[in-house]
C-alpha cells in the first residue's frame, strides 16, 4: 500500500487520539482521493481495535498480533513502524466504542468494508482460544459500527461454532428452509462478498486474505446445507 510510510509516521503518535483526527491529520498532509481517505481510515481502525481487542482479556498475547501481522501485509521496511504503534495502542481497550462510531462515520455503518475489519477481529481473538470479555468488546464494537445484533451473530457463526444450526446463522437462513432458500442465500453472499467490491469500498488489497477466509466459511457452510437436504 503506498500510503503505509505516510500513514505509519503520521498516525505513530495517535494511538489515543480518535480516528477522525487521526485520518484529517495525515490527509492534510497529502493529496487524497475519497478511496485513499477510506483506505487510511481503515488502516488506523483495523491496527487501534485489534490492538485494544487483544487487551480484552487482560493479556495481549504474541499470538494475537502474529494473526494480525499475517491477515494485514505490510511491507518489510515499514513493519517497525506498525508495531510501535499497534504496541501503543494496545496499552489499554479505552476509546474502543468512539472508534468503532468514527469508523462508521467515515466508512459507512454496517458497510462491507467494516464487515471485514469485523471479521479479522474475530480470526484474531481466536488464535489462543477466545475470552467471554472479548466478546463482550466485539459485540460492542459491532453495534457502535451500525450492525444489528442478528447480523452480529451471523458474522461470529463463521468463526465460533455453537450448535448444528450454525451453518444456518452463517447463511442467515432459519432451520428447515428450503433449497431454494438457501441456494439464494448462498447467491447473495458470493455478491456482497466479492473481494472486487470490499476493495472498492476501501478495504486494502493486502487485507484481502479476510475475504478469501470468510468466502471459504460461507461455501462450506452452503455444502454443509446442500448435503443435508439431498
Request: hydrophobic residues 50%.
Amino acid at each position: 500500500m503506498v500510503l503505509w510510510a505516510l500513514l505509519l509516521t503520521g498516525a505513530a503518535g495517535l494511538a489515543g487520539a480518535g480516528l477522525v483526527t487521526a485520518v484529517d491529520r495525515i490527509a492534510g498532509a497529502i493529496r487524497h482521493s475519497a478511496g485513499q481517505r477510506r483506505q487510511v481510515a481503515f488502516t488506523i481502525a483495523a491496527i487501534a481495535l485489534a490492538a485494544k481487542m487483544a487487551r480484552a482479556d487482560g493479556h495481549a498475547s504474541d499470538r494475537e498480533f502474529a494473526a494480525f501481522q499475517r491477515l494485514f501485509q505490510v511491507p518489510d521496511d515499514e513493519r517497525a513502524n506498525m508495531h510501535r504503534f499497534y504496541h501503543m495502542a494496545r496499552q489499554s481497550t479505552h476509546g474502543h466504542q468512539a472508534y468503532a462510531r468514527q469508523a462508521a462515520q467515515l466508512l459507512g455503518a454496517g458497510s462491507p468494508t467494516l464487515e471485514d475489519l469485523l471479521e479479522a477481529l474475530l480470526m484474531i481473538a481466536t488464535v489462543d482460544g477466545i475470552h467471554p470479555d472479548e466478546l463482550v468488546f466485539l459485540q460492542e464494537v459491532a453495534v457502535a459500527m451500525g450492525f444489528s445484533l442478528p447480523a452480529w451473530e451471523g458474522i461470529k457463526a463463521r468463526h465460533i461454532p455453537l450448535s448444528p444450526d450454525d451453518p444456518h446463522a452463517v447463511l442467515g437462513v432459519q432451520p428447515g428452509a428450503s433449497v431454494a432458500e438457501i441456494k439464494a442465500a448462498w447467491r447473495a453472499l458470493a455478491r456482497a462478498h466479492h473481494p472486487d467490491r470490499h476493495i472498492a469500498e476501501g478495504t486494502p488489497s493486502e487485507f484481502i486474505r479476510v475475504a478469501e477466509i470468510r468466502m471459504a466459511t460461507i461455501n462450506d457452510a452452503y455444502r454443509q446445507l446442500m448435503k443435508a437436504a439431498a
